[in-house]
Nanobody, 116 residues
Framework: QVQLVESGGGLVQAGGSLRLSCAASGDIFSIDTMGWYRQAPGKQRELVASITSGGRTNYPDSVKGRFTISRDNAKNTVYLPMNSLKPEDTAVYYC??????????WGKGTLLTVSS
């Protein structure tokens, strides 16, 4: 079992910055990829960023150049600094962990609100 706890959400003005963090605990050695998804009201959950155990990252075009995922394996934590935030970035952000066994774990989510 892997437990994920997100932190860092809140209210920020458009153009501002914020950093999300996600701390993993439990069977951390089983984790391969970690990442962030988001879900805005009335929309499907979508990938925001992911990073493999080898450091390979993946972003959708909507956040490329603005969001940068990083991973501190010593602290079992993944970070998501977000810059140039837009109102359309408003969503609940979920941390995910995918294990070598093919199991996916999700955090409870943290709300980011970007005001215009």
């Amino acid at each position: 079992q892997v437990q994920l706890v997100e932190s860092g959400g809140g209210l920020v003005q458009a153009g501002g910055s914020l950093r999300l963090s996600c701390a993993a605990s439990g069977d951390i050695f089983s984790i391969d990829t970690m990442g962030w998804y988001r879900q805005a009201p009335g929309k499907q959950r979508e990938l925001v960023a992911s990073i493999t155990s080898g450091g390979r990252t993946n972003y959708p075009d909507s956040v490329k150049g603005r969001f940068t995922i990083s991973r501190d394996n010593a602290k079992n934590t993944v970070y998501l600094p977000m810059n140039s935030l837009k109102p359309e970035d408003t969503a609940v952000y979920y941390c995910t962990a995918n294990t070598w066994y093919g199991t996916d774990y999700w955090g409870k989510g943290t709300l980011l609100t970007v005001s215009s």
